[in-house]
């Protein structure tokens, strides 16, 4: 597993042969995961092998991008897959609700289920949790901390 870092938007990112597995904004944070989800794999820092991830992203934070094309590598249930899968599909600039992605993936009553996968998600950004708020229109925890949900929904609406 290969990782890089982004300094100025303090990112820390990895890749799997498959794709990228992993967004945040430590090295510690990186390794806890890797120890939990992938504990075969051995991180091996390699700026080059993410170049295409980190310039989209850059893109992404300068107004330029509004989605993704490089492959993903999901590490996680098959239920927590459908929730980010529904994430996916969240248009740029718009916000939705945990209800909502319940919903959407059939299981209306799974709210606080939906709530944990997306808390866990370990692509964020790219999976864009950021997109979802409480149901009274209120923000809600982000694994990169309120301050970056809500600049991550600035910078949307700005350029949407």
């Known amino acids: 597993m290969f990782y890089g870092t982004m300094q100025e938007q303090g990112l820390v990112l990895a890749k799997t042969n498959v794709g990228i597995c992993f967004i945040g904004n430590s090295l510690d944070q ?3 995961w890797q120890k939990r989800h992938l504990p075969k794999e051995v991180l091996q ?3 080059a092998k993410l170049a295409v991830e980190k310039k989209q992203l850059l893109d992404y934070y300068e107004g330029k991008r509004k989605t993704f094309d490089f492959p993903l590598d999901f590490e996680v249930t098959p239920f927590s897959k459908r929730v980010y899968q529904a994430l996916l599909q969240i248009p740029y600039g718009e916000t ?5 992605i319940a919903e959407k993936i059939g299981r209306k009553t799974a709210v606080r289920a939906v ?3 997306i808390g866990a998600n370990p692509i964020w950004i790219v999976v864009p949790c950021h997109r ?3 149901k009274d229109g209120s923000l ?3 694994a990169g ?3 970056m949900k809500t600049q991550l929904l600035a910078l949307e609406k700005a350029h949407k």
Do not use: P
């Not at 939705?96 to 909502?100: A, D, S, V, W």
């Open 96 to 100: 939705t609700t945990y209800g909502e």
């Open 145 to 147: 901390g309120l301050d």
């Open 45 to 47: 820092q390699d700026e």
């Open 115 to 117: 709530g944990r996968a």
């Open 132 to 134: 979802v708020i409480g």
């Open 140 to 142: 809600t925890g982000y």
């Open 30 to 32: 990186l390794k806890s």
